[in-house]
């Protein structure tokens, strides 16, 4: 199965916001990198063949430094290969929603959701003109609605970006009758709505979402272990919603599952070793609410020694370390 750059290992942790779900209402939400790395970009595969080789290498290196956990130096690339598609090309082109659909995944992955909105809004236009001729504009669509819903509703636009994000699940969900390799992107979307769904207060909804989230991530781990990371984050957020639903067996056994996943990531990458300790973090809250005091404890003391030392010299680490310890009384600082 082709897999959206960059790597399933290192780019979960990028996606993934890492404030991981310590006050409720609690979610992980998930972005799609653009769809010109999705499975079937078939009409977008075919313009690249028009587009000079040394554009197409600025492409490609801006993949590679993003991989490398350098952003901003791909941000530049890839506003390098944007200067020569303005000059260029007309404003319905395929090519064109790939770069601008990269420039926005890139602002995002910064934190700059405002910058990321226009570039974003560019793509989805002329993914919806191209959908209307070629099936291949469906799936850079949806990918790009995941994205948009997503940043609409962190800024407030909450009745945008989940209208965005339920016809994102919608053609996902058509999308994958003909190419289950996008069973991962209707996850994500589903993700994202039920997040959704439960900030804006309506619960009963929210759950089915979630749930199926959960179902699809631990079919698609059971063949392919790139994908049991996702199911872990799946079940915390699934467990975490359990909690608010007063299901505290349910939200235990969730988060006690993510944390059994998480245990044996780190074996084979140490970059999922903060997963491992969030994870803890989730499952120490959920004893609590549960009445075990002793066994919280003991997470929140495993969680506090794994991300200790990576916070000594990692600033945000040891804000996020302080939050911790902030939402469990009586439990030492840093």
């Given at each position: ?24 209402p609690v979610g992980a939400l998930e972005r799609v990198t653009g769809p010109e790395n999705r499975p079937d970009a078939g009409l977008l595969a075919q313009t690249k063949s ?48 790939s770069c601008l659909s990269q420039m926005g995944s890139l602002l995002l992955s910064m934190g700059r959701q405002q910058e990321a909105m226009a570039p974003m809004e560019e ?45 994102a699940v919608k053609l996902n969900r058509e999308l994958t009758k003909t190419n289950p390799a996008l069973l991962d992107y209707l996850a994500m979307s589903l993700n994202n ?142």
């Open positions: 199965m082709t897999r959206r750059f960059p790597s399933a290992n290192t780019a979960r942790l990028l996606w993934a916001p890492l404030a991981l779900l310590l006050t409720l028009e587009i000079p080789p040394e554009i197409l290498a600025l492409d490609e290196k801006a993949r590679e430094l993003y991989e490398r956990g350098e952003p901003q130096q791909a941000l530049a690339v890839i506003q390098q290969a944007m200067a020569w598609v303005n000059a260029n090309l007309p404003s319905n082109a395929p090519y064109r929603a793509a989805l236009k002329i993914f919806r003109e191209m959908a209307k001729t070629d099936p291949a504009g469906l799936d850079g669509q949806a990918a790009i609605q995941t994205n948009l819903g997503m940043s609409y509703f962190q800024q407030g636009r909450q009745q945008e970006g989940l209208a965005l994000t339920e016809e709505l039920g997040y959704f769904l439960r900030v804006l207060g309506r619960h009963q909804e929210a759950l089915a979402p979630t749930e199926e989230a959960v179902r699809i991530r631990r079919g698609m781990a059971k063949t392919n272990p790139a994908f049991l990371n996702d199911l872990a984050m799946a079940l915390t957020n699934l467990g975490m919603f359990y909690i608010e639903l007063g299901r505290r067996q349910e939200a235990l056994a969730s988060l006690k599952e993510a944390v059994k996943i998480r245990r044996e990531l780190p074996k084979t990458n140490t970059a999922f070793v903060i997963g491992l300790a969030y994870s803890l973090a989730n499952l120490a809250m959920s004893q609590l609410v549960l009445g075990q005091p002793e066994q919280a404890r003991s997470s929140i003391a495993e969680a506090k020694a794994i991300i200790r030392p990576l916070a000594a010299t990692n600033p945000a680490l040891h804000e996020e370390l302080q939050r911790i310890f902030n939402n469990f009384p009586g439990q030492p600082g840093p």
